[in-house]
């Protein structure tokens, strides 16, 4: 069975700074990796999609990158604003068959002015 | 684009009593989804259906929850009898390519048992 884990649980940054949150997941035997994010009291926002193949995605100050090898995947964010504050959640869909999405327990971000 | 629409936003009702919640996803996404999100935890999958057909429901707890998707276009999830546990944000998704591509997720149903 997959497992997703986020760690830093939460995070607090001063405006300007360039940051990574970090996902692992158990099983290589992924399909596609998706980051998304949630405002509260919100739905979930996807960032940035990367397939199996792949290794980075990049959209605007965000990079993701992928090393399905390891079972790690982080999210790079470049000079953070108070805007960027939300929770990120990544999600690994698995491949097979059972095309199950598993996600994490999320990160939350809080980027000070 | 329209995006993935859910009714109602927020809903409190008693323990043992019964609510329902609707989807309507992006016109001409086949697979739909429907996530519960406890408090403080990722999204927990409760049922993909591709088109009006039920791909996957193993996580769904079917002695009080079921789902429909009659017309392969909008869903409805129902809870009865309702329980504490279930106060969550009820997500629902969906996506073009069955079983794979990007997700696009509505802003949910929170839902509040007393």
């Known amino acids: 069975k997959q497992e997703v884990t986020q760690i830093p649980a939460a995070l607090s940054v001063p405006e300007g700074e360039n940051l990574v949150l970090n996902c692992s997941f158990t099983?290589?035997?992924?399909?596609?990796l998706q980051w998304f994010r949630q405002d509260p009291g919100k739905g979930l926002t996807s960032l940035l999609l990367?397939?199996?193949?792949?290794r980075e995605q990049t959209s605007g100050r965000l990079n993701a990158s992928l090393d399905k090898s390891s079972g790690r995947s982080t999210l790079y964010i470049a000079a953070s604003q108070p805007g960027d504050s939300a929770t990120y959640l990544c999600?690994?869909?698995?491949?097979?068959?059972?095309?199950?999405?598993?996600f994490g327990s999320g990160t939350q971000l809080t980027v000070l002015p | 684009e329209a995006g993935v629409a859910q009714s109602p936003r927020y809903k409190i009702i008693e323990k043992r009593q019964s609510v329902a919640f609707w989807c309507n996803p992006i016109?001409?996404?086949?697979?739909l989804y429907w996530y519960q999100q406890i408090l403080g935890q990722g999204p927990k999958l409760l049922i993909q259906?591709?088109?009006?057909?039920?791909?996957?429901d193993s996580q769904l707890p079917k002695d009080r929850f079921s789902a429909e998707r009659l017309k392969g276009v909008d869903s409805t999830l129902k809870i009865q009898p309702a329980k504490l546990e279930d106060s969550a944000v009820y997500l629902c998704a969906s996506s073009v390519i069955p079983g794979g591509g990007e997700l696009f997720f509505g802003e949910g149903s929170r839902l509040t048992v007393l």
């Open positions: 016109s001409g996404h086949a697979t």
């Open positions: 099983d290589s035997a992924i399909y596609n």
């Open positions: 999600a690994v869909l698995s491949s097979g068959s059972a095309r199950q999405l598993t």
């Open positions: 259906f591709q088109n009006n057909g039920v791909v996957d």
């Open positions: 990367i397939q199996s193949s792949q």
